[in-house]
């Protein structure tokens, strides 16, 4: 059965440093999103992606933030200059009918 | 905006045990509304949906109707098993069917099932 894949499955990485999430979504999908988790917290919506461009964005996916589908297949999301509060489980997901969902990196920033 | 407020866990139950995770939401409009399922180490999975009012999504023995008179959509299981321990997210997206629909969780309950 078809499934997202995400890499790394987890990054460590220093404040200030740029960090690229990688996702492969599920062939022929054309809607993407990416989803963050704070431990402890809710499952928020940080971006939506179609035709090659961003379709929504939530408050949280500032300047720092800029999402990619470099070559048709994967679709990544960069952070620029990471803070500590970036820390946290990040999902991306594909939609057809459906949102199917990765198993998340978890992005942890020192 | 939307909101998904859904109990707080953990709730911990026997075997065989009859499960209820209320999830009440704030939305306008016709919104759809899905559980989700996250197993250890794994990703979301969509458990059951219901896109209009009085739908029943089912799946796996797990139910949940949507009801917009009491804007809730609890998720209920006769019978739970070991295997069914894992976090529950309930969720909504802001129309029915298509693509580009952000969806809105709720905090997520943690189930644990003991023998």
């Known amino acids: 059965e078809p499934e997202v894949t995400q890499t790394p499955s987890h990054q460590v990485t220093q404040m200030g440093q740029e960090v690229i999430l990688r996702c492969v979504p599920i062939s022929n999908h054309l809607y993407f999103y990416w989803y963050r988790q704070i431990l402890g917290q809710k499952v928020e919506f940080l971006v939506s992606f179609y035709n090659n461009e961003i379709s929504e964005k939530s408050e949280i996916f500032d300047d720092q933030f800029s999402v990619e589908r470099p070559d048709g297949s994967n679709f990544t999301l960069k952070i620029r200059s990471t803070k500590l509060e970036d820390s946290a489980m990040y999902f991306c997901?594909?939609?057809?009918?459906?949102?199917?969902f990765g198993p998340g990196t978890r992005l942890t920033v020192t | 905006g939307n909101s998904v407020t859904q109990m707080e866990g953990p709730v911990t139950l026997s075997e065989e045990a009859f499960l209820t995770i209320n999830c009440t939401y704030t939305a306008t409009g016709y919104p759809s509304l899905f559980w989700y399922v996250q197993y250890p180490g794994e990703g979301l999975q969509l458990l059951l949906k219901a896109t209009k009012a009085d739908d029943k999504g089912s799946n796996k023995g797990f139910e949940a109707t949507y009801r917009k008179e009491t804007t809730s959509f609890h998720l209920e299981k006769g019978s739970v098993q070991v295997s069914d321990s894992a976090v529950y997210f309930c969720?909504?997206?802001?129309?029915?069917?298509?693509?580009?629909?952000?969806?809105?969780f709720g905090t997520g309950t943690q189930l644990k099932v003991e023998l």
């Open positions: 997901a594909s939609q057809d009918y459906e949102q199917y």
């Open positions: 969720a909504l997206s802001p129309e029915s069917g298509g693509g580009g629909n952000k969806l809105t």
